[in-house]
T-cell receptor, first 119, second 116 residues
């Protein structure tokens, strides 16, 4: 079975600074997706960034980028130029492939990292 | 369509009562997932539907839980004889799976259940 581990329950960053959230996972599969989701207080979870395991290039989305180390089974999220609106719970998640037919495609989440942004 | 919506947002119930939650997915999405999130934990998979068919249930889903998705549109999750351990946030997510694969999952705001 796949597992996802986030070892940082809480992190804090100054506005405009850079912060890195850590995630490790365990799987015997060779092809899968990894995600970072953001859950603001009392608001819905939204996708921040997605990485496909067969792609060696790290995904980037504006101020958000990942460091995907497949051999080490590590998937960290870097937030540059942190903004007050980045304050939220961040979840790392794993999803198996294939993504068609009868595959469940359920997400397996870590326990989350609560990010505080200090003005 | 404004996304996945869940109703109610909050529910307080007495132990032993039955409760029902509703999820309206994004209209063109054929996959619908239910997750449960307890304090300090990430969401855990409960069950999912493809159209109206319930294709998988987690062992977390005891006999007191039942989910339906009539006509492949909205879904309901019912908990019978609630217990204090059922207190959690219940999240619904939807996605579209087709010949191009599965899209990302879009989540609702969740229903927070408190059993007293």
């Amino acid at each position: 079975a796949q597992t996802v581990t986030q070892s940082q329950p809480e992190m804090s960053v100054q506005e405009a600074e850079t912060v890195t959230l850590s995630c490790t996972y365990d799987t015997s599969e060779s092809d899968y997706y990894l995600f970072w989701y953001k859950q603001p207080p009392s608001r819905q979870m939204i996708l921040v960034i997605r990485q496909e395991a067969y792609k060696q290039q790290n995904a980037t989305e504006n101020r958000f980028s990942v460091n995907f180390q497949k051999a080490a089974k590590s998937f960290s999220l870097k937030i540059s130029d942190s903004q007050l609106g980045d304050a939220a719970m961040y979840f790392c998640a794993y999803r198996s492939r294939p993504d068609y037919g009868g595959a469940t495609n359920k997400l397996i989440f870590g326990t989350g990292t609560l990010l505080a942004v200090q003005p | 369509d404004t996304g996945v919506s869940q109703d109610p947002r909050h529910k307080i119930t007495k132990r032993g009562q039955n409760v029902t939650f509703r999820c309206d997915p994004i209209s063109e999405h054929n996959r619908l997932y239910w997750y449960r999130q307890t304090l300090g934990q990430g969401p855990e998979f409960l069950t999912y539907f493809q159209n109206e068919a319930q294709l998988e249930k987690s062992r977390l889903l005891s006999d007191r839980f039942s989910a339906e998705r009539p006509k492949g549109s909205f879904s309901t999750l019912e908990i019978q004889r609630t217990e204090q351990g059922d207190s959690a946030m219940y999240l619904c997510a939807s996605s579209l799976i087709g010949y191009k694969g599965n899209t990302e999952a879009f989540f609702g705001q969740g229903t927070r259940l408190t059993v007293v």
